[in-house]
């Protein structure tokens, strides 16, 4: 193979934006091109982002979106290129979307010498339609695009004719490219593989362009999928960038690679979340040191790109400090990410604050440098608690949570500024929140997260400062699998309360039942009765007395009732940054439904129920 | 044929409740028998419900509906059942959907003396499943079944092989079925057609199981669609009740058809968006009434079943009645839907409120009979102004507005209730809303309504109730096109305030920017230059002067920006009731993005431009 210098072109991809994103693949071909780089290759849906939603929909937009590929076949001299972009059916007006729209492909294109490469076959020229398409979590591929199986079918042509390689002659020898996009490579369910169709047909070069979302540890199982199949160079690039759908921002981090002839992996671009031409020569192993901390740096980028995309870079944030935790992280984040110019805290204190807490607001403030404006708001609750003067203790801790979001939303409105949510995803799943009240807000940057996973977001801050940046009377000290708070969470709306989660476990219990692929709870109910926790879980659930078992059902049947009822908070909350395989939102889509409980479950209760103690 | 008497269950199927609906489909057996019916008919996923999200993604809950399936056969001597309901691959552990969860089919079943019918080839006994998938507006079937087609394939089946028909000695005679789930009779654009498939195959008669949702004057289509096919007698049998997947509540009215053998239309059920037993020989011609106003009657089945499934028909309803139409029309549905006594109403007046509107609240509540409090809110805004003295006066706006939300939410907080959000379509595209303020709710029965909906709702109303139920002052008049207000819908959050809104128009504009199949901005812009408008749209276009150039490019691109900007706010907001084809929340999926114009749209633009005034 006559490819001496290949650039991954790990391009940030600004959702909405073609004439923007088409202006990066223009500058990086030609520092590629100035490199002596003989094929650069761009991610999926270069130019108009992935998680655009119904703008998919409009067809004079995709349209517009589709003339850049002659444009970008144009820049084609003396290199080839490979990038994705929506392809639409020209000269095939007969052949429509299932649905009877406008018939769109997710392709991945390829040109060089300003012309598209070329199939034996001839069919489609440059043009590779997505084969294999995600229908899970956040995706929504089948609404917009036409499978390339399915176009095959519509076109009466061969199955997997559309799966021929492209042959370039480059300077004098042949080229055989197999491209796929994305999915393509993860067939291990589908029952059909591109990636062995192009190998069986002796490919010189796999290539897959991504838009393939970060969640924790995803890097591995990539890696894994990749080694797996290749067994010729293959290049994986993806983009970086936020997509966002409202219910979730979707980080993209990169993390593109090469794998050698023999499969294996023998590099990585170097930065993480942030735009790099990644120029390799397919033998020389580069391999990028890994982040301290990726959950840290990732959460940082997914600030950014909302705050820039969105905000234009320039709105104040607008926290409201209680004193906590959550909020304490979720500033800290922000400051990182954007500087302490760009956030006020406020701190809205009524009669059940405690010293500590304010105290513990003023110093957050102070540690990362945001100004911090103290707002009693004990004349407006009074104002309230007026007209309801028998009001239930419930209603009174509604009314200050709502009187703190208004405050918050009045400001911000004066401002043009944006409220950060400092939710997280336990409070999250049980509705321990007041809609309107803790609820509101533009982002929520810990809505994907544990407690567990924040507290150990606080440590990390602190060492990474080099300074107690989040109190440490805040953060839990953990004694064999049992943290222990000097200062349990508390939500500090009437007094001495305390937060009724029983952390760790129902931090382990929330996301077990949220991961990817779902838990039913007869799960947990067979591992009580199997005796299957993992350790640190069974330190947890022997620690909060759950090892008796009717307090145990007591519980899950308390997180699940709650969980059921609280549909209607998370669906009117703010967008959260997704981190796990099971993010609220777009992500698990939930019903607004009471549901029956299965007999199963009512089985392995009442065995459970008919333990001794 | 034997067939002498068939039935069609028109049943109400509830989300999430498998043992409900089973106990529904064994009465109607029982009554069918009692009734000496040959073959009853269920709908589709008549055991789980239908938009039930991530539901279908708990195994063990599935494997649960999947259960009843063995109890239905065995309701089945000497009555032949059809009925809809999950099926998964219990002997076939290796085939998984495609993401590798539990391959799960939606499936029309048929059995009779307590046994599976059967195809000729004896694949899948009593199992069809569903091929063709609808993968648009709120439908997410591919995200959790695996269609016909890829199960042939995953299997190595020939194509079509589950196409077969079923086969059934009834009464010495053998009757083939073909069956067919609802998008399956859709199949236009699909280049395959289940339907034509089974009559070259002779079926004796077709049968369509549907979860097919209400939207304005769909069952005409329906009608249309099935006439196409239809040589042989026909039963499309469509469940009644409401799916709500927390961003809109789908509506089911049945309209379960009977077509004879020459495949004309000769009966309906006679009941709309309720339960029936539907009773036909297959000759007979049985025309129901159509109903006066079906949207009205809709609306209030909509508002009838959310509250009987998410709030057991006993919460308090609250509404702030402003004085204005909105909040007058949404109230008179709740209580023509649940009687006055399950709403209180509430007006919550500043100095901006005029004498007339709060004079029209007063006279609504007495007209609809129910209770009104008035709570003045000035003590409360002026609490909050004091923090902000020198707030702008939008900021004013938006302290009076969450002020109001904050009260409702308390009082509904105290008394268990649940919030009415009276929010239009219009106002909801355009943001003229305070996010908190009067987006708050549990349910938006208006929110997929134009203004000029609600205004010809509000004279239907008063028509029905042959009262003044709506105050007249209210309602506009229409001359040429054209709506006179006595008073222009106002906000009241300032003196002299009018709503922003060209009334008609912006109606106009709006529906059709989000109907389905979408419209591009650009295509009105090719109207305006083609003068290809609607002659009521013209007439509403001089009447706002929108015939100069620059202000109609400055209001359409006002419309634009404000749509955009305003998904923050839509996003975070509670259900509403789909009435069009283009509904906001999960029908038409919006990302949070500027997005870029068009080359075209660029164009046209500046061709507009350059006409003469």
Chains 1, 2 share one sequence.
């Not at 940030?12 to 002596?36: D, H, L, W, Y």
Request: proline letters at 5%; glycine letters at 6%.
């Amino acid at each position: 193979m006559s490819l001496l210098k290949i650039a991954l072109a790990q391009m940030r991809v600004i959702p909405g934006q073609p004439s923007k994103n088409f202006s990066t693949i223009e500058r990086m071909v030609k520092e590629a091109k100035s490199s002596q780089v003989d094929l650069i290759v761009f991610p999926e849906l270069a130019i108009t982002g992935y998680l655009i939603g119904d703008q998919f929909l409009d067809n004079e937009w995709v349209d517009f979106a589709v003339s850049f590929n002659e444009k970008i076949r144009a820049l084609s001299t003396d290199i080839i290129i490979v990038w994705g972009n929506v392809v639409t059916l020209g000269d095939n007006p007969t052949i429509t979307n299932n649905d009877s729209r406008l018939a769109k492909l997710n392709a991945a294109l390829i040109a060089y010498q300003g012309e598209f490469a070329v199939r034996k076959n001839g069919l489609f020229p440059g043009v590779y339609p997505k084969r294999l398409f995600p229908n899970y979590r956040i995706f929504d591929d089948q609404r917009y695009f036409l499978p390339g199986r399915e176009l095959e079918e519509k076109l009466g042509l061969k199955v997997k004719s559309l799966l021929q390689p492209f042959e370039i002659n480059y300077r004098n020898k042949l080229i055989r490219f197999g491209l796929e996009v994305c999915e393509d490579m993860w067939d291990d369910a589908y029952g059909f593989s591109p990636s062995d169709i192009y190998l069986s047909q002796h490919v010189d070069l796999l290539i897959n362009i991504s838009s393939s979302p970060w969640t924790l540890n995803k890097e591995h199982s990539r890696r894994d999928v990749i080694e797996k199949h290749a067994h010729v160079p293959f290049l994986f690039v993806n983009k970086v960038g936020a997509d966002n759908n409202g219910k979730n921002v979707v980080l993209f981090e990169g993390g593109s690679m090469v794998f050698n002839q023999e499969g294996r992996w023998i590099g990585s671009a170097n930065e993480v979340a942030k735009e790099e031409l990644f120029i390799h020569d397919l033998v020389t192993e580069k391999h990028a040191q890994p982040p301290e901390n990726k959950l840290y740096d990732m959460l940082l980028a997914a600030i950014r790109y909302t705050d820039e995309q969105l905000f234009q870079s320039r709105l104040p944030w607008i926290v409201g400090l209680s004193g906590g935790i959550d909020s304490a992280v979720s500033s800290a984040l922000v400051v990182d990410a954007l500087g302490p110019h760009r956030l006020q805290a406020y701190t809205l204190p009524t009669q059940y604050n405690s010293q500590t807490t304010l105290e513990n607001a003023q110093k957050i403030a102070q540690n990362l440098g945001i100004s911090i404006t103290t707002i009693p708001i004990q004349a407006m609750v009074d104002a309230f608690n007026a007209i309801q003067p028998n009001a239930s203790l419930l209603t009174k801790e509604n009314i200050q949570a709502r009187v703190r979001g208004s405050v918050l939303m009045n400001i911000a409105a004066d401002q043009g500024g944006i409220v950060l949510n400092n939710g997280n995803k336990i409070e999250i799943a049980l509705g321990y929140t007041t809609l309107y009240g803790d609820t509101i807000g533009a982002l929520a940057p810990l809505g994907d997260l544990t407690k567990v996973q924040i507290t150990e977001l606080a440590r990390y801050i602190n060492e990474r400062h080099q300074k107690e940046v989040i109190p440490h009377n805040l953060i839990p000290t953990w004694k064999n699998h049992i943290p222990h708070f000097e200062m349990p969470p508390s939500a500090e709306l009437k007094s001495n309360q305390v937060d009724p989660m029983k952390w760790g476990y129902h931090d382990w219990l929330i996301h077990e039942l949220l991961s990817f692929p779902s838990l039913a709870p007869e799960r947990i109910l067979s591992m009580y009765l199997d005796k299957t926790f993992p350790d640190e879980v069974t330190a947890l659930i022997h620690h909060y007395g759950l090892n008796n078992p009717e307090t145990f059902i007591q519980d899950l049947e308390w997180v699940l009732t709650l969980w059921n009822r609280s549909y209607f908070k998370r669906v009117q909350m703010p967008p959260n940054i997704i981190v796990s395989k099971g993010a609220f939102g777009y992500d698990y889509r939930e019903a607004q439904m009471p549901y029956e409980k299965t007999a199963r479950y009512l089985e392995l209760k009442t065995k459970i129920l008919s333990l001794k103690n």
